[in-house]
């Protein structure tokens, strides 16, 4: 009865815009998941999730149509307590409604006391809630602002069983901090995340190394213990046609469940400006330049000092990098989408600035800038052909030359592709299943100048294999209730050599052909993992899983790329499985 009344009411009323006020939500919030579900069942209407992170206020968005939908009274009752539950926790966002739509809410509010005595928070609270000691977020209030204030953390552990003892080392992680947020009168909105972390564990584990997971940054160790911080924090300058963010924090540009081929949230976060617009409901444009870590030593500032008896300090500076970025997503029909991105990599100088003016052709602008930089174009296609299924593919051009492009030995086909298929209940309720394959051609993301690969902290900004490599993803989600979901996923992924720089750009087909796909293949891994995860209580999660990864070298290019035939590293010199159980509990971190 409460779904159908708040159906049959809010139809009555046209969704006014939100007022301006950016304070970003972080990229492993499972909101972003909630909705791109509530897209695919028809439900948000034009929904852009491909330019994340997104701002609560747009999150508030779209989970005000979804409760607006038509649909809204088909959705099941696990679905529907975490609808609310989302709506509980964005509801300071509410107050950036204007006027007339917040009178409008409060009608609505007080007709559904009435015909059902049920209340339902829908507008502005008339008072602040009280102060709880162990209930969060702490929130304060002045006027017209805002703050916000809760605890992190996260104890995981992995008992890792292996043939080899590197891999059979345990892995433990201990994650404690803060998250602030909130909003200075109409126009500032602002954001910290910061937690430490100390781990152990092998290498491959603690950082991050050929796989999915986001990568860390600077680190101190210890005889036992790996110790990093992870760090983002943001300022909004918001107006009624665009945003400005200045900060330090990540950014995925795409769909892809297992990486973006574009820009991705592998790499540590870092510094950036950012430009935000919306110039109707159906185009979308984001921008940022940003501040990158090269890792390469620049020999011409650092130097040594005498530091007594008999001592030497080596001060080390590192050269500059940069990268910049722009997006623009067009949204014809409802169930169509079109994201087209150009990202450029530069450094070894001070900015261009050339390069912060947002609407800028990048292509363009390394001419002016005399073909020193590396400018790399994305494009994305996301469809929902019925309210059960969504297929998105994604293509980006490294390089490529147009008059060899089918030409077997001469084609420079520096690309990398994406397809995907998300399936939301297609056969029982709360049964998800999604395949996707990506596919990396030998030198993507590389260039003859260093400082101008697609990298930062030595994590590749886009997909995290790298070169010349492909990962085929299925997965299954099963959401049992609101609390409890089960989780079955398997990957088969491959990797290849890279070769010397020289033979990215000098080809001949009587001496020096192309290098093919998978050319000098090193290993290929094969995962399988199962997981349960429990929501305690709201954003306390305890997650239970177990994985399984047998990884087959081939000797004979694991040999030549030792003699210094590759230069790429070798990450797996020879065959090994691992079998993991692992265990986690953490607050307001999965």
């Known amino acids: 009865m409460r779904k159908i009344l708040i159906f049959g009411v809010l139809n009555l009323f046209i969704f006014s815009s939100l007022l301006g006020q950016v304070v970003f939500v972080p990229l492993d919030s499972d909101v972003y998941e909630f909705i791109e579900r509530m897209e695919i069942k028809g439900l948000t209407g034009r929904c852009f999730i491909g330019m994340k992170p997104l701002s609560r206020k747009e999150i508030l968005e779209y989970l005000m149509e979804i409760l607006n939908s038509r649909k809204y009274k088909d959705l099941y009752s696990y679905e529907e307590e975490k609808l609310t539950e989302y709506l509980k926790e964005y509801s300071y966002e509410k107050n950036f409604m204007d006027e007339k739509y917040k009178k409008l809410l409060e009608i609505l509010e007080e007709g559904i006391e009435l015909l059902t005595e049920e209340k339902i928070s829908l507008s502005k609270d008339k008072q602040p809630p009280k102060w709880h000691p162990l209930k969060f977020p702490y929130e304060f209030y002045h006027k017209n602002s805002y703050l916000a204030f809760q605890p992190l953390f996260k104890i995981q ?114 510094p950036q400006i950012m ?91 390394q001419h002016y800038t005399n073909d ?106 099963y959401q049992l209730n609101n609390n409890l979901k089960f989780s079955l996923n398997y990957s088969h992924y491959r990797k290849g050599a890279q070769d010397s720089i020289y033979y990215q750009y000098h080809t001949r087909p009587d001496t020096l052909p192309s290098e093919k796909f998978l050319y000098g293949h090193q290993y290929t891994k094969n995962t399988f993992g199962i997981s349960l995860e429990y929501e305690v209580i709201p954003k306390l999660y305890c997650k239970l899983g177990y994985e399984s990864m047998d990884c087959k070298v081939n000797k004979v290019n694991i040999e030549l790329a030792e003699t210094g035939k590759y230069v790429n590293p070798v990450l797996c010199k020879s065959d090994f499985t691992q079998n993991s159980l692992r265990f986690s509990i953490g607050y307001n971190l999965k």
């Open 275 to 365: 430009l935000r617009a919306e110039f109707s409901n159906w185009l979308k444009f984001v921008y940022f330049h940003g501040w990158l870590e090269s890792n390469i030593v620049n020999d011409s500032l650092s130097y040594c000092i005498d530091w007594g008896h008999g001592e030497r300090l080596y001060r080390k500076f590192f050269k500059k990098k940069y990268v910049a970025a722009h997006r623009l997503e067009i949204s014809p029909l409802k169930n169509l989408k079109f994201g087209f991105s150009e990202m450029l990599y530069y450094g070894e100088r001070d900015p261009e600035l050339v390069y912060f003016i947002p609407i800028m052709l990048f292509w363009s602008a």
């Open 372 to 477: 020193q930089d590396n400018e790399q174009i994305g494009i994305d296609i996301e469809w929902i052909p019925a309210d059960f299924c969504k297929l998105y593919g994604s293509l980006l051009i490294d390089e490529i030359k147009l008059s060899n492009m089918f030409d077997k030995d001469k084609a420079r086909n520096q690309i990398a592709y994406q397809l995907g298929s998300y399936f939301v209940e297609p056969f029982i309720p709360g049964l998800d299943f999604r395949i996707e394959y990506t596919h990396l051609n030998p030198w993507v993301y590389t260039h003859k100048f260093p400082i101008d690969e697609a990298t930062s902290d030595g994590y590749v900004m886009g997909y995290w294999t790298g070169q010349n490599a492909d990962n085929l993803y299925l997965g299954i989600d």
């Open 157 to 270: 552990y992995n008992y890792n069983q292996s043939d080899t003892s590197f891999f059979d080392k345990n892995y433990r992680r201990l994650t404690g901090g803060g998250e602030i947020y909130g909003y200075l009168g109409d126009n500032i909105g602002f954001y910290f995340y910061g937690v430490n972390n100390a781990a152990q564990g092998n290498k491959y584990d603690i950082e991050k190394i050929d796989c999915p997971q986001q990568g860390i940054g600077v680190k101190i160790t210890d005889e036992n213990n790996v110790y990093y911080e992870e760090v983002d924090v943001a300022v909004a300058f918001s107006t009624k046609y665009a945003d400005l963010i200045i900060g330090r924090f990540s950014n995925y540009w795409g769909i892809g469940k297992t990486g973006s081929l574009t820009i991705s949230n592998k790499p540590p976060s870092y």
